[in-house]
């Protein structure tokens, strides 16, 4: 069995900490370790410190090597940003080789996870249910009608397998607006996607060949190029020709036969500053404070400040105020996921030093 770390993303809504050559994943968010090794060492814990492998972008890899040493023989370079099917195909490709049947459990590295025990229980069922041909998926129970993300409807019951309840997918539908989000709370029977899939390397192989052949036909063309003298330029060509698409769109939407498992490990997709708010310790008066902070009737606020520099705030409330070498971040709490907003202004205003 082998998991796969995709680590690839940009993390804009995380700007000014998150930037195009030190995004999000390799920052210590939440607790003192980057996210894609707080993920990769989880899953180590599970599969085994040898089985799990990282995949993500030429320049990361480079920041990835250096940060995590041990990892250097297990990161796979994906050349360029085709969005999650053609990474997950891909990193099958790679895999493939070294065990052409094994399960590949597949997880984004920039998640938290409360109950580390919950979710190896979890991880543990998806990947035995995987090992008998299943597509298996991970779904988070709701428990506000969160707009951020996509949700999975569970059909009728599965199985129980450790006291932990299997269900077959109805569907997988798009983030909704807040009305919709109130429907699916109440219903019970929705679950956030999160983006975490088990299967085996040829059952995800034979889905790109049915659901996106011409994908399929490029990965191939890629696994009989590796180890010879045109592996380099081949592995270039046929992954810049892939078409972008993400596999819940690509595949996951189009199949009649999945499997969701309910996660009730207390979990988060690191997307915003105010998610960060969410999941990390408070002082008395509400704030989630990282760096050299002074205030005076400050409350219910993230501030983050940079190495040797005091950041003070007076009579502020549900703000977020983040401090870096080059750049400072103030908005509200509720309006987070707008930072990314920012990044293309200042996209347009030609200020790349500050991407």
């Known amino acids: ?114 109950s580390e025990e919950k979710f190896a229980a979890v991880v543990k069922i998806a990947t035995e249910l995987a090992e008998k041909g299943h597509v298996v998926t991970i779904g988070i129970k709701p428990t506000a009608p969160e707009t951020g993300y996509g949700y999975i409807e569970s059909g009728d019951l599965f199985a129980t397998i450790n006291g932990y309840d299997v269900y077959r997918v109805h569907r997988f539908v798009e983030k909704p607006d807040v009305e919709t989000a109130k429907r699916y709370l109440a219903a019970g029977n929705f679950y956030w996607n999160s983006g975490m899939f088990a299967w085996s390397i040829p059952t995800i192989l034979s889905l790109f060949e049915k659901h996106l052949p011409a994908t399929y036909a490029s990965l191939m063309r890629i696994r009989d190029a590796l180890g010879t003298a045109d592996e380099a330029e081949i592995v270039d060509r046929e992954y810049k020709s892939i078409e972008p698409i993400s596999v819940d ?33 408070k002082d008395a008066n509400g704030n989630a404070v990282a760096g050299l902070h002074i205030g005076i009737d400050t409350r219910n606020c993230l501030i983050l400040s940079s190495e040797n520099r005091l950041v003070a705030t007076v009579g502020i409330e549900d703000m977020v105020v983040i401090d870096t070498e080059d750049a400072v971040l103030v908005c509200p709490r509720d309006r987070a996921q707008e930072v990314k907003k920012i990044v293309d202004k200042i996209k347009e205003a030609g200020l790349q030093r500050y991407l």
């Not at 940003?81 to 597949?106: F, K």
């Not at 499997?259 to 207390?266: A, K, N």
């Open 249 to 281: 769109f690509g595949i996951m939407e189009k199949l009649r036969d999945i499997l969701v498992i309910p996660g009730d490990f207390e979990w988060s997709d690191i997307g915003c500053w105010s998610t960060v708010f969410d999941i990390s310790p």
């Open 1 to 114: 069995m082998f998991a796969v770390i995709m680590a690839g993303g940009g993390g804009t809504r995380l700007w000014p900490k998150s930037r195009e050559t030190n995004p999000k994943q390799l920052h210590a968010l939440v607790g003192e370790k980057p996210l894609v090794q707080a993920m990769t060492e989880r899953m180590e814990k599970i599969v085994g410190k040898d089985q799990v492998f990282v995949i993500t972008g030429p320049d990361h890899a480079e920041m990835i090597k250096k940060r995590m040493p041990f990892m250097s023989s297990r990161i796979f370079v994906d050349p360029y940003r085709r969005d999650t099917a053609p990474c997950i195909g891909l990193a099958a490709v790679y895999l493939s080789r070294l065990d052409p049947n094994a399960v590949m459990m597949v997880s984004p590295a920039d998640h938290f996870i409360g």
